[in-house]
């Protein structure tokens, strides 16, 4: 039976070793009261978050029944005699949710240098991918954990949308540790008679750039990138267009020590292609005189056009090298099997004295990125024109 990845600390875990956390006692009536989980509070970092019912492991099945057996999705506390549906990572006791034990997901990272536009652009997609996006798509985006609930809503969704402010740089986990945002996109694909549900985790750290390459969260990353199915690079075009920024902000270096990463991550040797598709948007592109397929938008966003997408492509292919930036095309090249370029703009527009400008906020292209990956992953289909 196919093991999943803990979407925390991306452990790799057996479905038939998947746990379970008591459903506690409600008022006064039957189950554990909470206590520490010491395994959660090291994760975490806090005493205070981690005080909940036990964690046990999964039934033990009759001898007879162990081969081929689905995993149990309830089972009875062997404390207080409870059923329970809350299933939990056993390495960090984080809690799995119950589709994502169930379905085939996949991990996408995302990871961008200084001044890429990171906070804003996961705030963005992800209001679109709750609204319009989904919509379109016929998808389902459920946040998997309260902290996540609450981090989007405090650092993103209510700076942003509410107070139309800009959202402050980022600030090394080394010195404000951060829980990822993690949740859980699922989309029902039907062909002919048959109809399948396919999920996919996006597990969002909003990545300072000193981060990747500090010792003190290398083991952090290295985990997170090695268990990705696929990643977004993020790069600002000004770092590109100018290169006089800091050195730990420029996009090739950024890129290269993240490949470094992942290739000490999944052990693939120098001279093979990485497995894991990269798709490496262009930011900030409303603030760029435009052209040609970059300034049209695909009508659908249930498809993947791939005459647009090819297009948009080799226009931003065009100007890496009217750049002086075709390095990066050509590492790109070499160290993967699939790449795709884009450009986006999570505003839409240039922002005035750290709002958000008078247009509002208008995104264009959010979704390219993440609908190339659905199309890669089986999980969106392809139309031309």
Not at 163 to 182: G, I, K, M, Y
Not at 233 to 246: A, I, R, S
Not at 247 to 272: C, K
Request: hydrophobic share 35%.
């Amino acid at each position: 039976m196919p093991s999943i990845t803990c979407p925390y600390c991306f452990a790799t875990v057996e479905r038939e070793r998947i746990a379970f956390r008591c459903a506690g006692s409600p008022g006064r009536g039957p189950g554990c009261t909470p206590r520490l989980d010491e395994r959660l509070a090291a994760y975490t970092g806090s005493a205070a978050a981690a005080s909940l019912p036990p964690v046990f492991g999964p039934p033990e099945p009759p001898a007879r029944l162990r081969i081929g057996r689905a995993p149990a999705r309830r089972a009875v506390c062997p404390e207080c005699g409870q059923t329970t549906a809350r299933r939990a990572c056993p390495e960090c006791h984080n809690p799995l949710p119950a589709a994502y034990c169930e379905t085939p997901g996949k991990i996408v990272a995302l990871v961008g240098a200084k001044n890429s536009g990171k906070s804003t652009y996961i705030a963005v997609l992800l209001h679109e991918l709750s609204h319009r996006i989904g919509a379109e798509l016929g998808t389902s985006l459920v946040a998997c954990d309260d902290r996540t609930i609450e981090r989007y809503k405090r650092d993103f969704h209510r700076p942003l949308f509410g107070e139309r402010r800009l959202l402050p740089a980022t600030a090394s986990a080394v010195t404000t540790p951060r829980d990822p945002l993690v949740y859980l996109l699922t989309r029902t694909r039907r062909r002919r008679l048959r109809q399948r549900d396919m999920s996919l985790t996006l597990v969002l750290f909003d990545t300072a750039g000193e981060d990747l390459r500090s010792r003190d969260v290398t083991d952090l990353h290295l985990r997170y990138l090695a268990a990705a199915d696929a990643i977004i690079f993020l790069v600002d075009p000004v770092e590109l267009k100018t290169g006089n920024g800091d050195p730990d902000g420029d996009p090739v270096n950024v890129i290269a020590r993240v490949t470094e990463l992942l290739r000490a991550g999944r052990d693939v040797p120098h001279g093979r292609r990485l497995p894991v598709p990269a798709a490496v948007a262009l930011t900030k592109i409303d603030a760029l005189p435009l052209d040609g397929a970059l300034r049209r938008h695909p009508e659908r966003s249930d498809v993947l056009d791939l005459d647009d997408r090819e297009a948009v492509h080799e226009q931003v292919r065009a100007l890496l090298h009217d750049w002086q930036a075709g390095e990066l095309d050509r590492y790109l090249g070499h160290e993967y099997a699939e790449y795709g370029l884009f450009g986006v703009s999570a505003l839409g527009g240039v922002p005035r004295d750290g709002a958000v400008g008078t247009g509002g906020i208008r995104p264009y292209r959010v979704e390219d990125p993440l609908l190339w990956l659905l199309y890669r992953f089986g999980m969106l289909d392809e139309a031309r024109g």
